[in-house]
């Protein structure tokens, strides 16, 4: 009987694999490339919403520490107060920059006015010194703020100023931050620095104030006791720095010059920034312009005036936020504006 064998097909010849051509391999990448500039719009959207989010709770978070600063404070002052502003033997400018900058955050390292040491602990501006660090961190932070405004005297001293410029207060730091935008100062232009680094801060304080020779008044949430802001939810608390100036390119007239630069925030879009209001919500608000419309009454006018003419420049709205606290009457501060 013989053995019989069964032989398969090709059986005892090599089998032949079929690799991809070269056409078939370029459609492959094609389609690849395809889905790639597809998805990377979307990832880079979903990324800066993220960041913008994030911008968002660090202001939320900076709003309710100011409204627990003002519950402690012996005057309820809204936003928390640098002591530079109250110190008449420095300039109105650097006093209003101060109070709209330094309420909180590290030391910043910007050169401001020629002076490299600005925002720094160098000059009394250090993390220790800024308010709202206090509610923050409970810990407390080390002043090394040299005499006369301090008393640190180590010979560490450039070394620990250094280390206040490097503190991890990310609270104070907008994850989108990148900035100078338009309608800003030109020193954080000509720096390159984001505004956290700058100024040590990214974020602004609603301080404004008005005044006809002498003495300041209040007329924003800044050195006016929390109670006394008439339209909370209205009224912006604080916002990205990016926007300092924003609302003030087209002023009605007889108010300003207007400006053909378009502030694009930090976020991308023309004129939008990220804020919070005084009663403790946020938003993405539109500041390209603001109006002053007639209110229904105008404190502490001068008789025979105009009332509204008197004060129609410091009437400061847009169409969901206003930094104004009229027609609540101005509070008179400590601060000389003469």
């Not at 002591?83 to 955050?105: K, S, W, Y």
């Not at 400006?259 to 390209?288: E, I, L, Y």
């Not at 002053?292 to 709205?317: D, E, K, M, T």
Request: hydrophobic share 35%; glycine share 10%.
């Amino acid at each position: 009987m013989k053995n019989q064998t069964s032989k398969g097909r090709n059986c005892g010849k090599p089998s032949r694999l079929r690799g991809f051509t070269l056409i078939e391999l370029l459609v492959v990448v094609s389609i690849i490339a395809l889905l790639i500039s597809i998805l990377l719009p979307s990832l880079k959207k979903a990324r800066e919403q993220a960041k913008a989010a994030a911008g968002l709770a660090n202001l939320k978070g900076i709003g309710t520490s100011s409204v627990t600063y003002s519950t402690d404070d012996a005057s309820e002052s809204s936003i928390p107060v640098h002591p530079i502003v109250l110190d008449n033997n420095r300039d109105q400018r650097e006093r209003l920059t101060t109070a709209r900058a330094a309420f909180g955050g590290k030391s910043g390292n910007g050169r401001f006015d020629g002076n490299t040491l600005y925002w720094g602990t160098g000059n009394f501006k250090g993390p220790a010194t800024r308010p709202m660090n206090g509610i923050l961190f409970k810990n407390g932070l080390t002043d090394f703020t040299p005499p006369p405004f301090g008393t640190y005297t180590g010979g560490d001293i450039l070394a620990r100023w250094a280390d206040d410029e490097k503190l991890n207060l990310n609270i104070f730091k907008c994850p989108s931050d990148t900035g100078y935008k338009g309608l800003n100062y030109t020193d954080l232009k000509e720096s390159g620095k984001s505004s956290f680094d700058f100024f040590g801060n990214s974020y602004w304080a609603n301080a404004l104030w008005t005044t006809s020779g002498g003495p300041c008044f209040s007329n924003s949430p800044f050195l006016r006791p929390y109670s006394r802001i008439p339209n909370p939810a209205n009224t912006l608390y604080f916002w990205e720095q990016a926007g300092a100036f924003a609302w003030d390119a087209n002023p009605p007239e007889s108010c300003g010059d207007k400006t053909d630069t378009v502030v694009v925030g930090w976020h991308k879009r023309p004129w939008m920034f990220n804020a919070v209001f005084a009663d403790g919500h946020g938003s993405m608000v539109k500041m390209d312009s603001w109006r002053a419309p007639q209110l229904s009454s105008y404190p502490n006018a001068p008789g025979g005036s105009n009332p509204y003419f008197w004060y129609h420049c410091v009437i400061i709205r847009g169409s969901d936020w206003q930094m104004d606290t009229l027609p609540s009457p101005e509070v008179p501060t400590n601060i000389d504006c003469g």
